[in-house]
């Protein structure tokens, strides 16, 4: 698919795989578009597809990808469960469909990048949403890192410190399971701001990490806890910290201290509320505002977060048929969601074992400690 559209080019046919939980996002997004049309959906549970086709006044309705597909598809949004991305945007791809998938890309990283490759070999596009990256917010912040106010960042802090209610994890079979949900917070919700971390820092070097259950085990058998240090290429370092065991949740804070020695943070609470520039400390100026305003509501449930979501999954859809339209990469491509599961799953594989993951060399910048330094910590004796 490739030029611009004019009045007289034919809209865009899209289709939706998965009638879940965030497949209204989607359907609220494309329908707002003037230059597409969604022709119709597919689930599994067929039921679930013939609700979703009688609610948004759909001419179709269908339990395979295939029967979708076969409908002409110019763009298919996939809202499945996270291991079955795969399967659908293969066929997508072998289509000569476009493909915007939801977060995360995969579970795994093969699997991220057999999909990614797919797309690229068939000319398709392949798009991630990670929609907090359309925060006007978010953009201001990354604005001051280019235009010098930050500067290139040396230090990053993430807090992710969320609450679920244990019906959140038992609601969906798939949901708390290594098999099908892949992991736990990090999978499913640092992810977001694990890409945020690596659009304003770039590339991660090494990784290490610990996670733990210490709400939710008799629910999930994934970690509802992480935390990691972070190193980059670029050689700056950086924390993360998630959760779904707070209570109340305290939301999402990212704090970027930029070469210039200023430092913003970014703060998202209550969760899935836009993201709001809490601090700006540049120059001779502390710029700040509360991070977590006394009147709002700290536990947020899953229906009152997505939809608060509905306006940036809109910007990032507009702007993926945007690329559609204009031939150029999306704002999100499968190689950035790839290198955040990367990430992730980094941390995972250190806090089995106990050691560093190291993806790219990394300078250092610590001078030489003196030997009456280097002995003093050699009496620091690890317990075996
Ligand atoms: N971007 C965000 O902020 C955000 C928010 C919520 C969910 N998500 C992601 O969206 C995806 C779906 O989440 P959800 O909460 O809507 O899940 P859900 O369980 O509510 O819905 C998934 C739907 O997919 C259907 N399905 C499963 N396998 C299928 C297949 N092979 N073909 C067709 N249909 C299939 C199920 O029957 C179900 O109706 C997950 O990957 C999740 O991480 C992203």
Redesign the pocket.
């Known amino acids: 698919m490739s030029g611009s559209t004019t009045a007289s080019t034919p809209r865009l046919r899209v289709g939706i795989?998965?009638?879940?939980?965030?497949?209204r996002?989607h359907l609220e997004a494309f329908t707002s578009l003037g230059n597409v049309e969604v022709i119709g959906v597919?689930?599994?549970?067929i039921t679930?597809a013939q609700a979703t086709a009688k609610s948004w006044n759909l001419a179709h309705a269908v339990?395979?990808?295939d029967a979708l597909l076969a409908l002409g598809l110019d763009i298919v949004s996939v809202?499945?469960?996270?291991p079955?991305?795969e399967?659908?945007v293969l066929a997508a791809a072998a289509a000569g469909v476009n493909v915007l998938c939801?977060?995360?890309i995969a579970v795994d990283v093969a699997s991220a990048e057999r999909m990614a490759n797919a797309c690229a070999t068939a000319g398709v596009k392949l798009g991630v949403?990670?929609?907090?990256r359309f925060w006007p917010a978010a953009r201001a912040l990354r604005e001051a890192i280019d235009d010098g106010t930050l500067g290139a960042p040396v230090m990053g802090q993430v807090s992710v410190l969320l609450h679920r209610e244990p019906e959140y994890y038992s609601a969906?079979a798939?949901r708390g399971t290594w098999a099908n949900d892949g992991g736990g917070v990090l999978m499913?919700q640092a992810i977001?701001y694990i890409d945020l971390l690596q659009w304003y820092m770039g590339p991660v070097a090494e990784v290490y990490g610990a996670i733990n259950t210490f709400k939710h085990a008799a629910n999930i058998e994934v970690e509802d806890s992480a935390s990691a240090v972070l190193r980059f290429t670029s050689g700056a370092i950086a924390t993360l910290t998630a959760s779904t065991a707070a209570n109340p949740a305290l939301g999402v804070q990212i704090r970027i201290t930029g070469a210039t020695g200023a430092t913003a943070e970014l703060s998202e609470f209550p969760e899935g509320s836009d993201g709001r520039l809490t601090i700006m400390a540049a120059g001779d100026t502390v710029a700040s505002t509360p991070a977590h305003p006394a009147d709002a509501v700290a536990n947020v449930g899953?229906a009152g977060?997505?939809a608060a979501?509905i306006p940036h999954?809109r910007e990032q859809i507009a702007e993926f048929v945007h690329a559609v339209t204009h031939s150029h990469d999306p704002a999100v491509t499968g190689q950035d969601a790839t290198n955040a599961l990367r990430i992730l799953l980094a941390i995972y594989k250190s806090a089995r074992t106990g050691e560093p993951v190291r993806f790219a060399p990394f300078p250092t910048n610590v001078p030489t400690a003196p030997d009456a330094v280097v002995a003093r910590l050699d009496s620091i004796t690890p317990v075996a």
Do not use: A, M, Y
């Open positions: 795989v998965g009638c879940g939980n965030i497949s996002n597919c689930d599994v549970d679930r339990d395979s990808v809202c499945t469960p996270h079955t991305h399967e659908v939801e977060k995360p949403l990670f929609q907090r969906d798939w499913t977001h899953l977060i997505n979501l999954h």
